[in-house]
Structure formats: C-alpha cells, structure tokens
C-alpha cells in the first residue's frame, strides 16, 4: 500500500460515454501525475499538477481532461474516447516537483474503450 | 528526444542466480535515473534513486549502477527469489523537474 488510492480499478466504456477517473493520495505530497501505459509501449506521462495547478500537459487529447480540486485528489474526466485510449491509467504523487523527488503510484484504471 | 531502452524484455532465471538488468538513454544530461518494480495489478514502486552525481545505489540485494557518460545504467539482483518476479522500469529525469521519461521494462521471472 503506497498512499496513493485510484478508482475505479477497471472501467469499460463506449465511444460516447462519460467517465472519470479518481485519485487520492494519502501522504501529504503536494504534486500529482497522470501516466498512461499502453501494452508494448513505455508509461507515458500525461499531466502534471504542482499545488494545484497545471504545470505540464504533454501533448494530451482535449478527449482527456483533468481537474485538481486541491492537493490531495486529481481526476481524469474522459468524454468521447477512442478504442487506442485503451490502456493503464497511472496516478501518481510527490511531495515536490523537483527533480530529486521520488514519486509514489497508484494500482492504476485499466480502461477498455469499446 | 530523450529515449530509454532496456534489454532484455523478457528474462527468467531459476531462484538463486544473480542476474544483471540494463538500461540505455541517448542524452546522457539527466538529472537522475531510478529503477522502479511494476507488479501485476498493482502500481509502481520505486526500488532505488541514483542522482547524476552518483555511480551507484545500494538497498539490501539490490545495487543499481550508473555510468552517466555511456548512457547506461544496469540492475543488479543478488540471489534472486521467486518474490523478485515483476517487471522492472528504468526511468530518467532529463529536465530537472518531475518529467519521467520510461523504459518499457524488463519482465523478471524467478522460478522455484
């Protein structure tokens, strides 16, 4: 058990669908990180927050939108995805942003786009 | 762009071998490198941390290497246990901050 808790574990959703992803961290860190993992591809980073606020946004589909209401939990709002979005979600956090932070992860969302 | 490489992708040892994990990356200005442990179902955890500084890093059978000028970096596992099977990531921070940039892993697998 790391800290870090992500919800749902697994999710299956249609193209039109609507759904979120949650993450909560119970360790008082003050950055969070969403990583996608696809089969046969490295973990790619998604978004940054650094207290609260948005610091790196990598390239990410408007399809994907995050929120992070305060320190300790970070959403994934997912709308009109399609069957490649299909992958392990990560979550993760630090205490800092810097670069000798070490950070924490979640179980991940295993999402199925259908 | 920064690109991570690690070879094997796939290893399986009988319990008891000391086995050896690489790491490559094309920029070598980084920052730091970790080495961190996936197991199935579950998120990642990270076993060491070598700043740019650093040659290696040491915890309990693990030892990890870093030779920053080569772009390389190895795992090393002494006497390894069938509780050592997961996928191992390496990862390099090249921008000094928070920025990750991930391998995709070697898959250990340590029998009986």
């Known amino acids: 058990e790391t800290g870090v808790t992500q919800t749902p574990r697994h999710l299956v959703m249609g193209m039109t669908n609507k759904k979120s992803l949650k993450c909560e961290q119970h360790?008082?860190?003050?950055?969070m990180y969403w990583y996608k993992q696809s089969a046969k591809k490295p973990l790619e980073l998604m978004f940054v927050?650094?207290?609260?606020?948005?610091?790196e946004n990598n390239s990410v589909p408007s399809r994907f939108s995050p929120e992070c209401p305060n320190s300790s939990h970070l959403f994934l709002h997912l709308h009109t995805l399609q069957p490649e979005d299909s992958a392990l979600y990560l979550c993760?956090?630090?205490?800092?942003?810097?670069?000798?932070?070490?950070?924490?992860f979640g179980p991940g969302t295993r999402l199925l786009v259908l | 762009k920064q690109e991570v490489t690690q070879i094997p992708a796939a290893l399986s040892v009988p319990e008891g071998e000391n086995l050896v994990l690489n790491c490559s990356f094309t920029?070598?200005?980084?920052?730091?490198l970790q080495w961190f442990r996936q197991d199935p179902g579950k998120g990642l955890t990270s076993l060491l941390l070598?700043?740019?500084?650093?040659r290696e890093q040491t915890s309990g059978r693990l030892n990890a290497s870093l030779d920053k000028s080569s772009g390389r970096s190895t795992l090393y596992i002494a006497a390894s246990q069938p509780g050592d099977s997961a996928t191992y990531l390496c990862?390099?921070?090249?921008?000094?901050?928070?920025?990750?940039?991930f391998g995709t892993g070697t898959r250990l697998l340590v029998s009986p």
């Open positions: 993760a956090s630090s205490r800092g942003a810097g670069e000798g932070e070490t950070q924490y």
């Open positions: 360790l008082g860190h003050n950055a």
């Open positions: 927050y650094n207290f609260k606020e948005q610091t």
């Open positions: 920029d070598s200005a980084i920052y730091n």
């Open positions: 070598i700043q740019s500084s650093q």
């Open positions: 990862a390099v921070n090249d921008t000094g901050f928070q920025k990750l940039v």
